[in-house]
């Protein structure tokens, strides 16, 4: 059976209330998310007045459907009834976990109305909530972060960048000789077999683990 906008049953192809995981630094991980339709959910951050970021992953119990991703948003409550919601990012078989910054949110106007069937309107007071509506790829393309949540997957970035520049480093003088320079010195040569086999190498593991980089243990 599929609903009109041409989404098969969500709810008959995975259970969407173990696929997802959120972590708030300095707290356990929180599994408990709330199915509010065949493709949203949400759940609840408590005393979320000083998160700076939030992390969240699927757990693997299950990925998304063929050609879907999950559109990631927040809100905190306004007290004025409201229920705008930021866009943060996304997340997808791709992409399996994702890190924001949202301190910056809090006191922000959010851009999206009436989603999640306005969930838990009334949620404690210094909460705040995380919402997952599944969508279509193509949905997604070009859909734009509020603004200041980029600055956390730049610093993201930046990390991946210095870790594997370093891996290479440290690869390629690990395999290091050294040869005269006709001067009477010598200096540090490496075959080009050896960035071949460094690139095979980092794109097996890429492929098994996009995120693999997060363990490399380079400073």
Request: glycine share 8%.
């Amino acid at each position: 059976q599929s609903t009109d906008n041409g989404f098969a049953r969500l709810s008959e192809i995975y259970n969407m209330s173990e696929m997802f995981g959120l972590v708030v630094a300095g707290r356990l991980v929180q599994t408990d998310f709330c199915i509010v339709s065949e493709r949203e959910a949400v759940v609840e951050i408590t005393d979320a007045d000083s998160i700076n970021h939030i992390v969240l992953f699927l757990t693997g119990v299950c990925p998304f459907p063929d050609g879907m991703s999950g559109a990631v948003y927040i809100r905190w409550p306004e007290g004025n009834g409201s229920s705008n919601w930021h866009f943060l990012g996304q997340i997808s078989n791709d992409k399996p976990s994702v890190i924001f910054k949202v301190a910056q949110l809090k006191k922000a106007s959010g851009s999206s109305e009436n989603m999640f069937n306005n969930h838990m309107e009334e949620i404690c007071h210094g909460s705040a909530q995380v919402g997952i509506l599944v969508e279509k790829n193509e949905a997604l393309e070009g859909k734009t972060a509020a603004e200041g949540t980029a600055a956390s997957q730049q610093s993201t970035l930046m990390e991946m960048g210095y870790k594997i520049a370093r891996w290479v480093v440290h690869h390629a003088e690990s395999f290091s000789v050294s040869v005269p320079n006709g001067e009477g010195r010598t200096v540090e040569m490496v075959k080009l077999a050896t960035i071949h086999e460094w690139y095979n190498m980092f794109a097996r593991r890429f492929q098994q683990n996009p995120n693999f980089w997060r363990s490399l243990n380079y400073s």
